[in-house]
């Protein structure tokens, strides 16, 4: 059963530009959520989406955006990149909606942002 | 939402069975413990959960008492390719998973 499969692996891009990320969670799974990392700022959560809608957003700017298709892939997007948005995105997915208790989520292996 | 509290680092050599405790004195009666691992530039892999006494599977065994305000994370026979983070989480806030710091374990031969 593949996991989590997120593309692309590393990318850099110059500041000011937009870039998106694509997510495409294990089969069966109808729950997408993306996370941002850094060294300073650890796991961060951005966003979550069930059913093409999204559930729950955190604390990031609105140039921070997301989507979910009918197949459950996802994909995000940073518009207008900072320098500051240069860090790890994590995709994960699990079959129920939400981080409730008891629901595995599975990561997948992240892209490496760097703006320059 | 259940605070964790998990030492910052470890140390340990090839061979030995590490434990790493993680403290969760207000988890909720619903909640589940579940614990990750992170090498770097990695996602965080899903290591083992549980809700109350014992758990076990092929790479790690989970304790939980009975009062369940802590959990400890049994790795048995580490080797170097356990140097990692491990981090505990509890319960989940609303509807995202909250990471703390987490624990590195770093194991030397």
């Known amino acids: 059963k593949a996991g989590v499969t997120q593309t692309p692996r590393y990318l850099i891009k110059t500041r000011g530009q937009q870039v998106t990320l694509s997510c495409s969670p294990i089969?069966?799974?109808?729950?997408v959520s993306w996370y941002q990392q850094t060294p300073g700022q650890g796991l961060q959560f951005l966003f979550e989406?069930?059913?093409?809608?999204?559930?729950n957003k955190g604390n990031f700017p609105g140039r921070f955006s997301g989507r979910q298709f009918s197949n459950s892939r996802s994909e995000m997007n940073v518009s207008t990149l900072e320098l500051g948005d240069s860090a790890l995105y994590l995709c994960?997915?699990?079959?129920?909606?939400?981080?409730?208790?008891?629901?595995?989520?599975?990561f997948g292996e992240g892209s490496w942002l760097t703006v320059v | 939402l259940a605070k964790t509290t998990q030492p910052i680092s470890m140390d340990s050599y090839e061979g030995q069975e590490v434990n790493i405790t993680c403290s969760h004195n207000?988890?909720?009666?619903?909640?589940?413990i579940t614990w990750y691992q992170q090498f770097p530039s990695q996602g965080p892999r899903f290591i083992i959960q549980?809700?109350?006494t014992k758990v076990t599977n092929e790479v790690a065994s989970l304790f939980i008492p009975a009062d369940r305000k802590s959990s400890t994370l049994s790795l048995p026979r580490v080797s170097l390719s356990d140097t990692a983070v491990y981090y505990c989480?509890?319960?989940?806030?609303?509807?995202?998973?909250?990471f703390g710091a987490g624990t590195i374990l770093r194991v030397k031969s």
């Open positions: 989406y069930f059913s093409e809608t999204q559930r």
């Open positions: 089969s069966g799974h109808r729950s």
């Open positions: 994960a997915s699990s079959l129920a909606e939400g981080a409730t208790s008891g629901n595995t989520i599975y």
């Open positions: 549980g809700y109350k």
């Open positions: 989480l509890v319960g989940y806030y609303g509807n995202k998973l909250v």
């Open positions: 207000n988890i909720a009666t619903n909640d589940y």
